[in-house]
Nanobody, 118 residues
Framework: QVQLVESGGGLVQAGGSLRLSCAAS????????MGWFRQAPGNERERVAA????????IYADSVKGRFTISRDNAKNTVYLQMNSLKPDDTAVYYC???????????WGQGTQVTVSS
């Protein structure tokens, strides 16, 4: 089992940047693929970005490609989401999640609020 704690959310103006962090504890971090998700009020949760166990492979939602970058530091048990050129539509609660050797993200953080003002 792994415990996840997000940080780095906040209020930012449109065009600004934020970096989210997700610190993991528990079993070996490098055995988990990681993802960042977000959910805005009234919307379904969507996957924003995902990264493989080694960090060598990443994938992004079309809505954030070219603006967001996911990365991980297995030595620090941390995954990051660098968010640039933020838009009001990026406003949501952002969650990190971990996936073992299944297709399901089984472990979730508590979420961090990101609010982008116009």
């Amino acid at each position: 089992q792994v415990q996840l704690v997000e940080s780095g959310g906040g209020l930012v103006q449109a065009g600004g940047s934020l970096r989210l962090s997700c610190a993991a504890s528990g079993r070996t971090f490098s055995t988990y693929a990681m993802g960042w998700f977000r959910q805005a009020p009234g919307n379904e949760r969507e996957r924003v970005a995902a990264i493989s166990r080694s960090g060598g492979s990443t994938i992004y939602a079309d809505s954030v490609k070219g603006r967001f970058t996911i990365s991980r530091d297995n030595a620090k048990n941390t995954v990051y989401l660098q968010m640039n050129s933020l838009k009001p539509d990026d406003t949501a609660v952002y969650y990190c999640a971990a996936r073992g050797y299944t297709n399901a993200y089984e472990w979730w953080g508590q979420g961090t609020q990101v609010t982008v003002s116009s």
